[in-house]
């Protein structure tokens, strides 16, 4: 594509946010548009699959008689790699409500 002034921006155009060797990396679009239909299916599965789990979570929560969301909070912290840290919180927040909330 050609700009007024006759310049190529496929050859001008720098990214501003990544760098290369402390320069800005020359903007490469073949490597976009070669893989656009890939990250669409990728992304279209991310979302089926948000809504599957979104689902699923909702379902498990009114047969358990809980809240959704402290569920989805639950298995998210359980498939972290942070999962005992997260419990430590809870734990403290309970022991908060249960001796402070008068």
């Keep these: 594509m050609e700009t007024d002034a006759g310049l190529d921006l496929k050859q ?3 990214a501003s946010g990544r ?9 490469n679009l073949e490597s976009l548009t070669t893989k656009v239909d890939h990250l669409m299916k990728l992304c279209n599965d991310a979302d089926a699959a948000a809504t599957d789990f979104k ?3 909702t379902a498990v929560a009114e047969s358990a008689g809980l809240n959704a969301a ?3 909070k ?3 912290a359980k498939c972290s790699d942070d ?15 249960e001796e402070c909330a008068d």
């Design 19 to 27: 760098k290369d060797e402390g320069q800005p990396a020359a903007i």
């Design 74 to 76: 639950f298995i998210k």
């Design 12 to 14: 001008t155009r720098k």
């Design 70 to 72: 402290i569920v989805s």
């Design 55 to 57: 689902d699923a979570v």
């Design 83 to 97: 999962f005992e840290a997260r419990k430590g919180k809870v734990v403290q927040m309970a022991l908060v409500f």
